[in-house]
C-alpha cells in the first residue's frame, strides 16, 4: 500500500510562548493539509522551542489543548498527524510523540527513550524530561 506523508519544519520561526508556536505550527499544518496527506508528521516538542518557562509551565495534559486542535484538524482531513509535543501525566514530564487518528482521536503515544542533548556535544542533556521505557509499533 502507498501512502502520502508529509514532514513539517519550523525553520527557526519560534516564538516565546507555547500559544505563538502553536499557531505557527497549525498554519503549517492547513498547508500540509491541503495536499490530501495519510500521515502529517509535526516537528518535535514543536510547542515548548525558545518557550523560556519551566516545562512544569508549558507540558500539556493528554487529551489537551494541542491534541484538541490537531485532532480536529485531522478529523477534517482524514489522515494521521504525529504531534511530539511535551506532556505532562503522573507528575512528570515526558517528550511525547502523541498519534491522532483519522478519527481525530488519540492513537498511540511513544515516549522519547533517550531526551535530546541541548549541545552538539551531547554532554548536556534536556533537565526534567523523564525517559521512555518502550519502543512501541503501532499498526495504522
Partial sequence: ????????????RFYRSVEGNRKH????????LHQKPDLVCLPEAFTTVNVDKPLEETGESVPGPTTEIV?????????????PIKTKRNGRIWNSA???DRSGEIFGIYDKVHPVTT???YTVFEG???PGSEAPVFDF
Fill in 98 to 100: 502523541v498519534i491522532i
Fill in 1 to 12: 500500500m502507498r501512502a502520502r506523508i508529509a514532514t513539517i519544519c519550523q525553520a527557526g
Fill in 119 to 121: 549541545f552538539s556535544d
Fill in 25 to 32: 505550527v497549525m498554519k503549517l499544518l492547513d498547508l500540509a
Fill in 128 to 130: 526534567g524530561v523523564t
Fill in 71 to 83: 485532532g480536529k484538524k485531522a478529523k477534517e482531513a482524514g489522515c494521521y498527524v504525529i504531534c
